[in-house]
């Protein structure tokens, strides 16, 4: 990539957490960012960063609001090199709960979650791939924020747990076709860190001792900013440690050809 203090971030769900703590990051060393989030808080949060940060309100699950920032962020500054897909939220109705309404027909579920951490992902990177297009063959780079919920299922929170896996299998199924254009796409699946994400009562609730800190997301996030080869990688952070995981051991033989061999045959109908 070219001198940091000429590169140009986007990042989803800015205004809090994760997406804050990356936008000072980048912004230190001298990125230029765009947050995009729903927060009221976001003009706020922007401006106390300075002039190098840039504020768009952005629904990501509606294509429209995240393309008009997309377009915002592009116009802002002429270029866009690093793409951080990070807005996030558990799920919204209890989907173990009443099927009925008060008719006796049964209930449509509320897939919010899936709007917002899976279709809006999928907006993302096209997005992602639109401008990245304009930078002349350098590409550009996609982090996908994904979670542990994404290897271990979490309980009770379905919608959640089949985004983040869905993000893992974003992560490994776009990345060798990106990178024909130089796009790297990886993902950071962290454990659990307290942020806004967390509901009332959860991080007193849970032991120090297996409080995952800031510091380790970033450093997978810097782990795939940094590197211009890294790519279709997923690191679990866990405490102070970024494990890259691999895709599960193939079951027999017959599944080994299936994806290697077999690719050849795959190609024949999906691009490869
Ligand atoms: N905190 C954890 O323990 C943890 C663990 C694993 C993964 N994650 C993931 O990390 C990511 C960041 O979450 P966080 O923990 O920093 O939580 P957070 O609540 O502090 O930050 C999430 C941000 O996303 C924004 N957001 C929500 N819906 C949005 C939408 N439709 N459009 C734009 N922005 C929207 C929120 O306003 C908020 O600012 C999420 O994808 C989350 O699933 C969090």
Not at 39 to 53: N, R, V
Not at 197 to 202: N, S
Request: aromatic share 10%.
């Amino acid at each position: 990539m070219a001198d940091s203090d000429s590169l140009v971030a986007l990042i989803t769900g800015a205004a809090s957490g994760m997406g804050l703590a990356l936008a000072k990051d980048l912004l230190a060393k001298n990125w230029r960012v765009a947050l995009l989030d729903i927060s009221q808080a976001g003009p706020s949060i922007a401006s106390e960063l300075g002039p190098s940060a840039v504020y768009f309100h952005s629904d990501v699950s509606s294509w429209e609001s995240q393309a008009a920032a997309f377009g915002g962020a592009f116009k802002t500054w002429g270029r866009i090199d690093f793409v951080a897909l990070n807005a996030g939220i558990d799920d919204k109705e209890d989907f173990f709960g009443p099927t009925a309404d008060a008719d006796g027909n049964p209930v449509k579920p509320n897939l919010k979650t899936v709007d917002v951490n899976l279709v809006a992902v999928f907006y993302g990177i096209r997005l992602a791939t639109h401008y990245f297009r304009k930078n002349e063959g350098r590409g550009g780079k996609i982090v996908l924020t994904s979670s542990d919920a994404g290897l271990y299922a979490l309980v009770g929170v379905p919608q959640y747990t089949a985004c983040k896996h869905g993000l893992v299998g974003i992560t490994r199924s776009m990345a060798p076709i990106l990178a024909k254009e130089k796009i790297t796409i990886n993902a950071v699946l962290p454990a659990f860190v307290p942020t806004g994400l967390a509901p009332p009562g959860l991080i007193d609730a849970w032991p120090k001792e297996h409080i995952t800190p800031m510091s380790t997301v970033l450093k997978a996030f810097n782990m795939f900013v940094d590197n211009d080869e890294m790519t279709g990688e997923t690191g679990e952070c866990s405490l102070d440690t970024v494990y890259l995981r691999k895709q599960p051991e193939y079951a027999n033989e017959s599944q080994r050809w299936g994806r290697e061999e077999g690719g050849k045959v795959w190609a024949l109908v999906y691009p490869g």
